[in-house]
């Protein structure tokens, strides 16, 4: 938010703004929050899908056995389980994926890929990574995608800082 300043108002708390440096930080992040997910979903939609149903199987296709419990896939989405639930219903109804309680614990329910949705995820993923390396990649520099890498560890939301 730019600072507006009356002439014969008193001075504003600087604390109050942020200065030049850190709110062209903060609107570069947040153009990038804005208008990335759209550039990526783009090329998804060749397939018929979303960028979130893509992360969701392509999470799901990189665990073991194909399978995570719902709660890790959610986190690993940053996606609530009640959007979570509802995406992984509609992959049910296209026997892209199954879901069972855990046989370790069955508080929790297992999401795990059918051969016809992990055939979805190899057919989706070269126009993932494509857009990935166009919109993100391929205009950094190896220097500029580690710090990129290192900040976006910095900013992730972890499990722990939810509770």
């Known amino acids: 938010?730019?600072?507006?300043?009356?002439?014969?108002?008193?001075?504003?708390?600087?604390?109050?703004?942020?200065?030049?440096?850190?709110?062209?930080?903060?609107?570069?992040?947040?153009?990038?929050?804005?208008?990335?997910?759209?550039?990526?979903?783009?090329?998804?939609?060749?397939?018929?899908?979303?960028l979130f149903?893509?992360?969701?199987?392509?999470?799901?296709?990189?665990a073991e056995g194909r399978q995570l419990r719902m709660s890790e896939l959610a986190y690993l989405t940053n996606g609530s389980l009640s959007r979570l639930s509802n995406v992984v219903k509609r992959f049910e109804q296209r026997d892209w994926v199954v879901r069972f309680p855990d046989p370790t614990d069955g508080r929790y329910t297992i999401a795990a890929l059918t051969d016809v949705g992990y055939r979805l995820v190899?057919?989706?993923?070269?126009?993932?990574?494509?857009?990935?390396?166009?919109?993100?990649?391929?205009?950094l520099s190896a220097t500029d995608q580690q710090a990129l890498a290192r900040i976006a560890a910095k900013l992730k939301i972890r499990p722990s800082d939810l509770t």
Request: charged share 25%.
């Open 1 to 50: 938010m730019a600072r507006a300043k009356k002439q014969d108002a008193a001075p504003a708390d600087d604390s109050l703004w942020l200065s030049a440096t850190e709110k062209e930080a903060w609107t570069g992040l947040v153009s990038l929050i804005l208008l990335m997910p759209g550039r990526l979903e783009a090329p998804l939609r060749k397939v018929d899908l979303t």
């Open 53 to 62: 149903e893509y992360l969701t199987l392509s999470h799901i296709s990189e």
């Open 122 to 139: 190899v057919d989706a993923a070269p126009i993932h990574v494509q857009a990935v390396r166009d919109f993100v990649l391929d205009p």
